[in-house]
Every structure is written in C-alpha cells, then in structure tokens.
C-alpha cells in the first residue's frame, strides 16, 4: 500500500512525546509496523523499544506484520497487552518481595464463589437473598474491576456511579473481597494492573528498579486506556521514554469500563507534558458517501477532535440506505445474495442485545442463517424468554401445573427476590399439592409478607392461565406482565440502571412479536426452537463487540430513538450521555465498507435523531456528483455547507455547494419563521406531509405533521430530515382548475 504524506509523518517522528488522531480505517496498523521498522533501521534496539495493544487478538494481528515485514533473524520489540506487562510486573515484584505471592484465578465460577462469599459476609439473610441474584453478583463484579480500574476508594466510586437499589452493600462488599483474595493468596485480571501499581506508586524505590528500559513506547486505542493503565504507563516510561499515543477520541466507547474521551488530549498533556499531534485523516475502508456520513454524525459532539475523516481516492463508493421493518431487513438480505454475495460477508450490529430477539424471530421464520458473537444470547437461551415461553405453554397445557421443573422456571422469572433454593422446595410442593402452603407453613418461614404475597399471587396466576388458553399470543403476554408488575420488578433487580431498561425492552419486544403472530402454538415453538451458530451466516453482534472490525455489508438496526441512543424516562439523557451515544453510533456506521443500511423500527419508536444527524440523503447526492461532474451544474443544496465545502477542500474538490432553503410564504405572527400549519413538506423516511400544529420555541419548535402514509406524527423540526416544498399560491390552484 502506497503511504500518505500523513503516514509517511507518523513513521518518521523523532524525539519527543507524540499523539496521533487516526480515523477508522485510516491503516494504523501498517503506519505503527512502519513506525517500529523505522527505529530498528534508526539503530533502536529491540528491547528499547514496547509496543502496546489493546486485546490479544490485535497484539497477535501486529506481531505477525512485523514478522512479515522484518528481514530474517532480525530482534524484533516486546508487544504485549496491558494485562500481559502487567502480568510480567507482578511475577518481577513478587521475586523482589515486594507482592506476596498469588494464584491467578482465571475461571469465571471461581470469581463468582468469592463474590458470593463476599456478599454473604457483608449482608443479613433478608437482603442476601436479592443480593445473590446472578445479574447483582455480575454487577458487583464489574464494580469491582471498575475499583481497580480507576484507582479510586470504593465508596467514593460507588456515590458517582448509578447502581440500583438493591446494591448499597457494594462498596463493604469490595472491601471484603479484598480480604478474601489476600487469605486466599488469589488474584483476578484486574490485580494484574492493580497490585504492581499500588506497590509502585508506595515506594519510590521500586520505581526507580522499573524505570530506565524503555526508549520508545507506542500505545495502540489510547483512548480506552483507563486510570490505572494511564499511570502504570507514565510510571514505566518515566522522563527518558518518548510516548507515541495512538486512537480515536470519537471513538472511546468504554466510559463504562474506566475510558475517558479526554485522555487522548488534556489527560495526555498533563501525564506526559508537551506532544507533537499527527492526524491519520484518510481512511481506506470506504467511499466519500460514508466518510461524508461519519463526518455529520459527530459533529454534534462538543468533546472531539477539530479532525475530518477523508476517503481516499481509490475507495470504491459506499451505498448508503434507510429503512423501516423486518421487511425491509430481509430484502436487502436477499438483494446482497442476489448480487452473488455471502451472508458471512454482513453483519448486523444493534445498540443492545435486546434488539436482537425480533431480528432473531424474523430470520429463523425467514429461514436464513446467522451466528451471534455471544451464544448465550440465542433467543431460546435467554431466561426471561423461557419464562414467557413456559407461561405460553402453561396456558395451552394445564398438566404443566404437575412439573416443577417449569413451575420453577416461572416462579425464577421475573425474579420473586427469593432465594433459589427456597423456590426449589416450593415448585416441588405445588407440583405435588396443587396448594399454596399455609402462611405458617415451615416452607415459609422467615420470608417478608411481601414476599409472600407475590409468591402466592403468582401461583394463583399460572392457575388462573389454562382457562385462557384461546387468549391470542400477545394478550396473554400482556396479562402476564400487568399480573406480575414486570416492568417494575425488572427494573428493581437490576444492578445497573441500564440493564434494567435492557430487561425491560426485551418484554416489550417480545410483546411487539407476539402481536405479530396468531398462532400460540407456532410462537411458543419458535421462542423455544434450539438454535446453532452457522459459520458462514450472518454475523450478528453489539457495537461494543464490533469495534474494531469491519464488513463489506453493514445493518444497523433498531436505530430508534430510546434504542439508540439509549434513555428511558427512568434513566434520562444527559448532554454526556448523548456525547457518548453519539460517538457508539459513530463506530457503528464506519464499520462498514461497501454498504451502510440504517433500519429503523417505525410503529411506535420514532427514528433516532442520529438519522437525521448524518444528512445521509446529502451525503449521498454529494458522492453521486463527484462521480459524475458536470460543467455548469447547479449548486447542491446541502444542511451542512460548512462541514461539506469543508471536506471538498480537503480532497481536492471544487462542487458548487449551498444552504438548503424552502420558498414560505409570508408567515403568521407566533409561529417559526419556517413552519406554519398548512405547510407541506417531504420527509426521508415518512415521505410527504403537512403540518398540522406548531408548538414551543419559535427557533426550535416541535411540529405535529400528518403523513399521507404514516400518519401523524410530532417531530423536533430543527433535527429531523424534512424538506420544506413550495407553497402553492391561490391563483395556481385556480390557473390549474381553468
């Protein structure tokens, strides 16, 4: 490959701290191989010089293109991962005496024991019970990596942090924790950064023994570096090692995980001092439709870096494509197969598991194969799932009220805030009795009134179901969850407010289908039909999972707004959240290389806003005309010609571009200057329309338009992709009836 005058910059860098701002795709991994081959060749020597990557599957990816590129025989740098340096830090502290030794505990049910006996020790019996819940136990554990992770006391952590209700013992429970691995003589993945550190930064002395091997260090996604990461780093490098720090500020999605936006630019500076800033601007994965596109996404960010993403001039072009519906999903599916292409060669990337279930029923009813990148997301996997499925079942076939094993599936989920065991003995004694126990019954004893009556209420509800049995799929669901205040109680047992909303919003997809479908039967069948990952199927995964990679055929789906970006009236979208939805959609539409399609659900969900951001219908017109200009064309009407003439420059274009305009006619007082009951106009998605009411800020209104095909809808005016069309005079209307 060919290099840029900008690759060609990074790799020649001399003395000094340096930041490099690389787009996606912008061929990062060739640059860094370059780079490294460039010390050796300046006299460098290997072990001078370390090289930092953020998974193993990248380490790997880098150590083999610098084999390939390096002569033979030829020493080559230490790459390591963080945890794997770390790993080489504590083993070489623990032979110093300055760590105790530890066993490193690597298997999740190990992790999960010390969790359990933690909570146990730090909680009474009443509260234990919820405490213990598998979802509690996986968010105690996240907050306990998250401790380490940001180097910060646990309760201070957990004051900042919005965990839920039933998590305040989390911070006693860390500490305990911490107690439990020093008897032990444990350690998980997050100590192998941790415990080094601690001992670091508490003696000067170590530091001095650790310091004064490295010349170069080159950091690979600087921007998800954490805390404890940030200051390990800055330690081992010390004042003699030169820092290369390599990323994407727009693209730090693990804010969850301890990454900051910040840490490419002020944290940097105040780590390391003065840096010389290098851009990787171009990108090789797609065409100018999708860096056009990439470009209007973010924009709207206030915390990014002032950089353009720029196809490079070989790119082939990008389709971009909106849609709405299932339907709409299984078309292009079939159109790329029809172009001769594999389904392996797609994916489909949604903002949440949940969103996956409805596309999961549709392409097993559809009959096309897909792979989920996690196997316990399976549709017939799921736990809640299973549940709604028994209670389906349970309606259609009252000897289910004999088998405790399904009578315990029901009374596990939604979650009763019962210990398991408890709930064992009970679905064996209804199984047998057919009666509820005696409030004085030993089987009971020691539970909370409420517990209780939700226990008792629940069995009077799966009695209650055989009778309706000719009840359609979707309003049996609905009684179910209306019986059993589901919403509320998925939301009160999760330990993060965001799965909560993930938990709830998989009800109501499931809900949506049901309605969908007439036939009990054939719904309960495809909720439970056992499926296997395909190898060459369609790749389905999060965003999150699919960073870092990329596919010829791209489908966002679910791309509505409380799905993406992500918010509930429970859990509210601050101006930081939105900054960092905004950048997991910015990942999400550049993992794709030849075509972008951005699904939507209609109905119900609105269209994100994120749609009408990328002005894609302006991206696309855009790429058209550079491929076909022509002499003494009229200027292109554009939402964003700054942003737009902006990137011409920068590729060596020269369009005619202006400001989109609609002609109004003169406008009513107290109403926007350009909206006003009676206006038609022409949406991207809904099509053609009229304005039937304006309301709020006269620079930022809200309009109510009626759609010829999708009805009424209320849109925020300022975000949303509409054209304004001409007003039709009185005497054109009368020239036109003459």
């Not at 990074?10 to 701290?17: A, F, N």
């Not at 110093?96 to 010390?114: F, K, M, N, S, T």
């Not at 990679?549 to 409380?562: F, H, R, S, T, Y």
């Not at 989109?660 to 909206?675: C, H, M, S």
Request: hydrophobic content about 45%.
């Amino acid at each position: 490959m060919k290099l840029t005058d900008e690759q060609r910059a990074v790799i020649e860098h001399g003395d000094g701290h340096a930041r490099v701002a690389a787009v996606a795709g912008a061929g990062k991994t060739t640059t860094l191989v370059a780079r490294v081959m460039h010390l050796l060749d300046r006299g460098v020597p290997a072990s001078r010089i370390l090289v930092l990557m953020f998974n193993r599957s990248a380490r790997e990816d880098f150590q083999r293109r610098l084999v390939e590129g390096a002569s033979a025989g030829q020493r080559l740098p230490d790459v390591r991962t963080f945890h794997s340096l770390g790993h080489r830090l504590t083993m070489s502290l623990t032979r110093w005496g300055a760590l105790a030794p530890r066993q490193l505990i690597a298997a999740d049910w190990q992790v999960e024991r010390l969790l359990r006996q933690a909570t146990v020790e730090v909680l009474d019996d009443e509260r234990c019970e919820t405490a213990l819940e598998s979802d509690t136990l996986e968010a105690l554990a996240h907050f306990c990596g998250l401790v380490k992770a940001e180097m910060q006391p646990a309760a201070a952590l957990y004051e900042r942090l919005d965990f839920g209700e039933e998590t305040s013992h989390f911070a006693a429970a860390f500490e305990r924790l911490e107690s439990l691995l020093a008897e032990h003589g444990l350690m998980t993945y997050s100590d192998l950064l941790y415990r080094p550190l601690r001992a670091l930064e508490a003696d000067p002395a170590l530091v001095q023994r650790v310091q004064g091997y490295l010349d170069h260090v080159i950091i690979d996604e600087y921007q998800d570096i954490n805390q404890a990461q940030l200051r390990l780093l800055a330690l081992l490098a010390g004042r003699d090692a030169d820092v290369m720090a390599v990323g994407d500020a727009n693209q730090c999605i693990y804010e969850w995980r301890g990454a900051h936006p910040d840490t490419m630019h002020a944290h940097f500076s105040a780590t390391f001092g003065d840096a010389t800033d290098y851009p990787l601007s171009t990108t090789f994965r797609h065409g100018h439709s999708l860096a056009l596109l990439a470009n209007h996404a973010i924009a709207a960010n206030r915390r990014r870096p002032d950089q353009l993403c720029l196809a490079a001039p070989g790119n082939p072009p990008t389709e971009l494509s909106v849609a709405q519906g299932g339907a709409a999903l299984l078309a292009s599916l079939e159109e790329w197969q029809r172009r001769g292409r594999r389904l392996g060669e797609a994916c489909l990337l949604v903002r949440s598991w949940a969103l996956t279930v409805p596309v999961q029923l549709q392409l097993l009813q559809a009959g096309i194969p897909f792979r989920l990148s996690r196997e316990d997301r399976f549709v017939f996997r799921l736990p809640l799932v299973q549940a709604l499925a028994g209670y389906l079942r349970l309606a259609r076939a009252p000897q289910g009220l004999r088998d405790p094993a399904l009578l315990l599936r029901l009374f596990e989920q939604p979650t009763p805030f019962v210990a398991r065991e408890r709930l064992v003995a009970l679905a064996r004694r209804l199984a047998d009795t057919q009666h509820f126990p005696e409030r004085h019954d030993p089987l009971l004893a020691g539970l909370k009134p409420m517990q209780r009556r939700n226990l008792k209420r629940r069995w009077a509800l799966l009695c209650e179901l055989p009778r309706l049995g000719d009840w359609s799929p979707a309003r049996l669901l609905a009684h179910v969850v209306d019986s059993l205040d589901a919403e509320k109680v998925l939301k009160r047992a999760a330990a993060r407010r965001e799965k909560g909303d993930e938990d709830v919003r998989l009800l109501d997809v499931l809900v949506e289908q049901a309605g969908e479908v007439h036939d009990i039967d054939a719904f309960i069948e495809l909720l439970e039909r056992p499926v296997e990952n395909h190898a060459d199927g369609l790749t389905i995964t999060t965003v999150h999972g699919a960073k870092g990679l990329e596919w010829p055929l791209v489908i966002l789906a679910g791309v509505n707004e409380e799905d993406f970006p992500h918010y509930s009236r429970d859990n509210p979208l601050t101006p930081h959240r939105l900054e960092e939805e905004r950048r997991l959609f910015y990942v999400a539409v550049t993992r794709a290389r030849e075509r972008l399609l951005l699904l939507h659900g209609g109905g119900e969900h609105r269209p994100s806003r994120f749609i009408a951001e990328t002005a894609w219908e302006d991206c696309r017109d855009i790429d058209a005309r550079l491929r076909d200009v022509e002499p003494d064309m009229p200027p292109l009407a554009v939402e964003a010609p700054a942003l737009v003439s902006r990137y011409l420059q920068a590729v060596g274009h020269d369009i005619a571009i202006a400001a989109r305009r609609a002609a109004i006619a003169e406008t009513p007082a107290g109403y926007a200057a350009e909206y006003q009951p009676g206006q038609r106009l022409r949406h991207a998605v809904f099509g053609e329309g009229e304005v039937a009411v304006v309301e709020g800020d006269p620079a930022d209104p809200v309009i109510e338009v009626r759609f010829v095909q999708a009805g009424r809808r209320r849109l925020l005016a300022r975000r949303a992709p509409i054209e304004l069309l001409p007003v039709v005079s009185v005497s054109e209307h009368a020239g036109g009836e003459r």
